[in-house]
């Protein structure tokens, strides 16, 4: 039977049974590469992860096997002046950081390079598990530019100062070990195994209280606030966890040893 018709130009979206939405950037012959087009379908296909009921988690890759993403597509950069520049930097970081603000858990499957926009992509997601061929770079400078869709400000909150400094002034390519080492993904496995992994991941997240995990994301996200104020946030959401159906569940199995059956109230 053939597969049904993708509802985006440039990716496909597939959920599976377990209420994973699998999204792969499908543009191989451009090695994914991010242009206008890709970007609207990625905020489309977001906002359906967030409006249908079925989507618990999210899987984000690229096909082929050569890339997630080798950045922001360069044939578009012709036209491209200081203010239409600025435009589409913010027009580009509204869209990874809408990923980034997704109450349902989105982890990156990193099967080959990811460059520039495309490192920036995975860097937007909660979590990064990369096949052990992929390759993470941010080679801006090399074209006169600089990372524009959040690298200079999410990759030195991910793995510090330093090591964001030296990847971004050299535009040196990194490998997935020397990725795994310094904290920029998750896990490294070999590529058969990529996609089963991440979805692994995501399977694990989904089983918890979904209200839970949607307030831990959120809390997480207040770590660049003063510490105080981010002490506030978290009691803040503590409290709202606690006026939930799924916390009464989840003590109540505790205390009977059943296993909890969350409903999402
Ligand atoms: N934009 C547009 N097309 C791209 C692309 C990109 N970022 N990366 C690869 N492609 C295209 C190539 O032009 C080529 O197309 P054709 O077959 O039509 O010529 C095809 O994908 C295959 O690529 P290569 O032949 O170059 O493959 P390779 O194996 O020899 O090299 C690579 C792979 C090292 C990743 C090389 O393609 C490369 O350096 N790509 C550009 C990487 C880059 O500079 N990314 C940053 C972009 S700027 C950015 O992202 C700004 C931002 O912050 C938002």
Redesign the pocket.
């Known amino acids: 039977m053939e597969a049904p018709a993708s509802p985006f130009d440039t990716l496909l979206y597939n959920v599976d049974a377990d209420g994973i939405a699998v999204i792969t950037l499908n543009r191989p012959?451009?090695?994914n590469?991010?242009n206008t087009q890709v970007l609207a379908d990625l905020q489309r296909a977001f906002r359906q992860t967030r409006s249908d009921e079925r989507v618990r988690g999210v899987v984000l890759t690229g096909s082929g096997e050569?890339?997630f993403a080798?950045?922001?597509?360069?044939?578009e950069f012709t036209d491209l002046d200081a203010l239409e520049g600025h435009r589409f930097?913010l027009r580009?970081q509204a869209i990874l950081t809408s990923i980034e603000n997704s109450p349902k858990p989105v982890v990156a499957a990193v099967n080959g390079?990811a460059?520039?926009?495309?490192c920036?992509l995975a860097l937007a997601c909660h979590l990064r598990v990369a096949s052990e061929n992929a390759q993470f770079g941010l080679?801006?400078v090399?074209?006169g530019?600089i990372?524009?869709?959040g690298?200079t400000q999410r990759l030195p909150r991910l793995v510090g100062q330093g090591l964001a400094t030296e990847m971004i002034l050299t535009g040196d390519r990194i490998t997935a070990e020397r990725a795994h080492a310094i904290g920029l993904v998750n896990h490294v496995t070999p590529s058969s195994d990529l996609l089963a992994k991440a979805q692994e991941i995501v399977g694990t997240i989904v089983s918890k209280a979904p209200l839970a995990v949607a307030m831990a994301l959120n809390a997480l996200r207040s770590v660049d606030l003063p510490q105080a104020q981010g002490l506030q946030m978290e009691a803040a959401l503590f409290g709202q966890a606690c006026g939930t159906e799924d916390f009464q569940e989840g003590v109540h199995a505790f205390l009977n040893k059943q296993k909890p059956e969350f409903s999402g109230r």
């Open positions: 012959d451009k090695l590469a991010i050569k890339a080798a950045g922001a597509d360069i044939a930097a580009g390079y460059l520039g926009g495309g920036e080679p801006e090399g074209l530019l990372p524009g869709y690298g």
